[in-house]
Every structure is written in C-alpha cells, then in structure tokens.
C-alpha cells in the first residue's frame, strides 16, 4: 500500500470449532495500523470472513517500509500478513552539500526533487546563521519542475570578528525529505607580518620595525599607528614634513614591507620607560610593538641628605653619580637662604656652586661645604 492508504485482508476459520475462538492482531510497526485488534469466531458464524482495514501512516524518513500482522490465538494456528509501504515523501538532490564563501562574497547550488511529487511541494530554506543567507526562502516544484534545478545564492556578510565562520542551510517541507547545505566563510580580515614585536631604544634614540600584510587582500588596506606614551613616536615617512602615522597597503604591494621608525624623547623623570604601538584598520587583524626606553638621565647619590650647622659654621656632604654617565655632567647647586652658601672648590678664590662628573670620576664623591652665616 501506498504511505497515508489503506487496504484490507478477509479472515475465517477453516474448520468449525466446538467453542468460540477469539483472534488477535498485532502489528509490528507503529506506523502500521489495524482497524480491529481482535476477531470473535463462533460455530455459527466460524466460516463467514471478517475485514480487517490497515492503514499506512506518513512518516518522515522518506523511505519504503514493512510490517507484519500476526494473528494469534488460544487454540489457534497463527498467521501472518506481510505489508509493505511504499513512501511518498520526496527526496531532495543537491547539487553540492557543502560551500565555501569568501566574507562580503556568494556562492550558488541548485536543487530538485528526486521523483514526481504527484502535487506541488513547498521547500523552505533557512540560514542557522544570521551572516549567512539566501536569496530564496522557499522553493515550489510541481509535477511538471520537479526534475528542474532551482538555484539559490548563498550570501556571506562582513563581520566584525576576524575569524572564519559556519553556517548551515537547511531545507524543510511537508512530504519532503529535509536536506541541509553547509557553509564555510572565509573572514577577509587579513594578519599583518611584523619584523618584531618589541623594541629596546636609548633615551633621544630611535629604532624601526617593518610591516606588511600576511596575505593578498583582494583591495586597500589602512594602518593606523598609535602610541600609548607621548614621549615615544611614531613616523612612517621619513621624507614627509611631521611624523606620519599611516600605513597603506595595495593589492600589488602587501607583500612589500614598509618601514616604521620609533624615536623616543628626552624627559626628566630619570627612569626607564614603556610604550605601546599599536597597529589597527579596517578589516585588519589588530597588532603592536611594545618599546621599552632606556633613560640616560644619571641620579646623584649624597651622603648625608641633611645637615645642622651653628650659625657662623659650615659643615660639608658629598655627592656623586648614580651610574656613569657617557659624558661629561655638570651639577649646579643653589640654596633657597641667602644665609645659606655653598661651595664646591674651597681651594679656589671665591665659592663655585658646580660639580664636574666625567665617565672616569663618575663613582668618586666630591665634596661640598655648606655656610651659614
């Protein structure tokens, strides 16, 4: 019988019993049904036949099924019917199962039923992603198209994650085998290739790194330089006036390496610093260069840091360089007291308020005598 029939079967007894006999019917599938789960045979009516219905349901497996009727009874020979369902749901045939989509592309593949549906029939397209969709949501095939390819384009939009993506596209429909469609999208963010990821510069210093993209990236790229420190800049054209902080990369010279020169500015502070360079764009995969600053500001060390002087006396401390110096450093002294005087050269007429360090007597004290009038 044909899925969502029905046909019947007659039973009798073949002998005439002495008693009632009551006969029992029993599917083996579920999806196969009778109208009558027992039959009461009697002397009297033992040779008449009795009908029995069984139905075929419609199920969605979209292939051919059986079953058995067993009938069985106390003081009965059994017997068996055997069914056999022929399905009516339609297969789908695919042109492809799966796709692969550049981001900000499309791709096609085509679809048509794999026998007449005997009527029309509805197939919905859905995207498990919502990037990924389609140009159709739904097909309808008839018993004249259903052996005609249908095309539907596959859509993948640009996001914002720099990562490739899935999706799925799945074909539904009453009487319709499902079918599905996957699809990979390939993220057109491209990486950018550093020379390095981390400079070390002396204080007025510079140093350069080099960029270029990983990958072909089909149109123009962009890169932004930026820096978190503002004593530590950032210059991609030397020839132009003023630090540059742009990058541009073409689809004929990613794979060139441009070159970045880093320059890190005096300051006061007398200690090593840190800096971020970060490189960002459009459709870029983010990166950056950390800088450490070498500072080349030298500390004084003093010993005492305090005095106590009678008025009318004078005391001394000494002074000398925390490191050496690289060159020569001068250090001038002044006091915020009038009363208060200092002098670095007794031995000279008149007091000097100077100190003189050199890469050679950097680590030497020299002394200096302090009055108060």
Do not use: C
């Not at 009487?175 to 993220?187: E, F, L, M, P, Y």
Request: cysteine-free.
């Amino acid at each position: 019988m044909d899925e969502g029939a029905s046909e019947t079967f007659t039973v009798r007894l073949k002998s005439k019993p002495y008693n009632t006999r009551t006969v029992n019917l029993a599917s083996t599938n579920s999806d196969v049904t009778v109208n009558k789960t027992s039959l009461t045979f009697t002397p009297t009516n033992w040779s008449q036949t009795q009908t029995v219905t069984v139905r075929a349901a419609h199920d969605a497996d979209g292939v051919n099924d059986t079953a058995t009727i067993n009938l069985t009874g106390n003081r009965i020979n059994t017997a068996s019917v055997g069914v056999t369902v022929i399905d009516d749901d339609v297969g789908l045939i695919l042109s492809s199962s799966s796709l692969t989509v550049v981001e900000g592309g499309s791709k096609t593949f085509r679809a048509k039923l794999s026998k007449n549906p005997g009527g029309t029939r509805t197939v919905t397209l859905a995207s498990t992603n919502s990037d990924v969709t389609v140009n159709k949501t739904s097909l309808t095939f008839t018993t004249s198209n259903w052996n005609a390819y249908q095309t539907v384009r596959v859509y993948a939009a640009h996001d914002s994650d720099k990562v490739d993506d899935t999706a799925r596209i799945n074909l539904t429909g009453t009487r319709v085998v499902t079918g599905s469609v996957n699809v990979t999208v390939i993220d057109d963010d491209v990486e950018l290739t550093l020379s390095t990821s981390s400079l070390t510069i002396q204080e007025g210093g510079s140093k350069t790194f080099t960029v270029r993209l990983a990958t072909w990236p089909g149109n123009n790229r962009t890169i932004n330089l930026s820096s978190t420190n503002s004593d530590v800049t950032v210059d991609t054209n030397t020839s132009a006036t003023g630090n540059q902080t742009v990058l541009t990369f073409t689809a004929s010279n990613w794979n060139t390496a441009q070159t970045v020169t880093v320059r890190a500015a005096h300051d006061a502070d007398g200690v090593n610093d840190t800096a971020t360079i970060s490189l960002t764009g459009s459709k870029v995969n983010t990166a950056s260069v950390g800088v450490t600053v070498i500072d080349d500001d030298v500390g004084l060390i003093l010993s005492p840091s305090s005095l106590t002087i009678i008025e009318g006396g004078s005391k001394t401390f000494r002074a000398k360089l925390s490191k050496n110096p690289g060159g020569t450093r001068t250090v001038t002294l002044a006091s915020n007291n009038t009363d208060v005087t200092v002098d670095t050269k007794s031995t000279v007429v008149g007091k000097q308020n100077s100190l003189t360090f050199t890469t050679s007597n950097w680590n030497a004290y020299q002394t200096v005598r302090v009055y108060a009038a």
